[in-house]
Protein backbone atom coordinates (compact mmCIF):
# COMPACT_ATOMS: atom_id res chain seq x y z
CA UNK A 1 0.00 0.00 0.00
CA UNK A 2 3.06 2.19 1.27
CA UNK A 3 6.56 2.47 -0.52
CA UNK A 4 9.79 3.51 0.88
CA UNK A 5 10.01 7.66 0.08
CA UNK A 6 6.56 8.23 0.53
CA UNK A 7 5.67 11.25 2.72
CA UNK A 8 2.60 10.72 4.64
CA UNK A 9 0.85 12.83 7.33
CA UNK A 10 -0.37 10.53 10.61
CA UNK A 11 -1.60 10.69 13.88
CA UNK A 12 1.46 9.96 16.50
CA UNK A 13 1.38 9.57 19.96
CA UNK A 14 3.90 10.53 21.92
CA UNK A 15 5.18 8.19 24.91
CA UNK A 16 6.52 11.29 27.39
CA UNK A 17 3.33 12.88 27.22
CA UNK A 18 0.76 10.70 25.89
CA UNK A 19 -0.42 13.45 23.53
CA UNK A 20 -1.52 12.75 19.75
CA UNK A 21 -0.35 15.09 17.15
CA UNK A 22 -0.56 14.97 13.25
CA UNK A 23 2.71 15.03 11.23
CA UNK A 24 4.83 14.44 8.72
CA UNK A 25 6.29 11.41 8.69
CA UNK A 26 8.43 9.53 5.51
CA UNK A 27 8.03 5.55 4.94
CA UNK A 28 10.86 3.76 5.43
CA UNK A 29 9.29 0.20 4.79
CA UNK A 30 6.49 -2.16 5.54
CA UNK A 31 6.93 -5.21 7.34
CA UNK A 32 4.15 -7.70 8.80
CA UNK A 33 1.25 -4.95 7.84
CA UNK A 34 3.29 -2.34 10.08
CA UNK A 35 4.79 0.90 8.34
CA UNK A 36 8.06 2.37 9.61
CA UNK A 37 8.46 6.02 9.85
CA UNK A 38 10.50 8.47 10.14
CA UNK A 39 8.83 11.47 12.02
CA UNK A 40 10.57 15.22 11.11
CA UNK A 41 9.98 17.93 13.70
CA UNK A 42 11.60 21.51 13.74
CA UNK A 43 11.89 21.12 17.37
CA UNK A 44 15.75 21.25 17.53
CA UNK A 45 15.70 20.02 21.32
CA UNK A 46 15.01 16.70 20.50
CA UNK A 47 17.53 13.94 19.84
CA UNK A 48 17.02 13.02 16.45
CA UNK A 49 19.15 13.08 12.91
CA UNK A 50 19.65 16.38 11.93
CA UNK A 51 17.87 17.72 8.94
CA UNK A 52 19.18 20.87 7.30
CA UNK A 53 17.90 23.25 4.83
CA UNK A 54 21.23 22.50 2.69
CA UNK A 55 20.07 19.21 2.54
CA UNK A 56 16.63 20.43 1.17
CA UNK A 57 14.28 20.63 4.71
CA UNK A 58 11.79 23.90 4.19
CA UNK A 59 13.79 25.08 7.81
CA UNK A 60 16.27 23.01 10.41
CA UNK A 61 14.55 19.73 11.36
CA UNK A 62 15.43 17.20 13.33
CA UNK A 63 14.37 13.11 11.67
CA UNK A 64 12.80 11.36 14.60
CA UNK A 65 11.62 7.29 13.98
CA UNK A 66 8.31 6.00 15.14
CA UNK A 67 6.67 2.65 14.27
CA UNK A 68 2.84 3.22 13.64
CA UNK A 69 0.34 1.01 13.09
CA UNK A 70 -2.20 1.94 10.37
Known amino acids: MYKS???LLAKVQFTDT???KT???LVLFEE??????A???SNLE?????LTVK???VK????KLYIYNF
Do not use: C, R, Y
Open 55 to 57: EGA
Open 39 to 41: GIT
Open 5 to 7: GDV
Open 32 to 37: LDNIVV
Open 46 to 50: MKGIP
Open 18 to 20: FEI
Open 23 to 25: QHV
Open 60 to 63: ESII
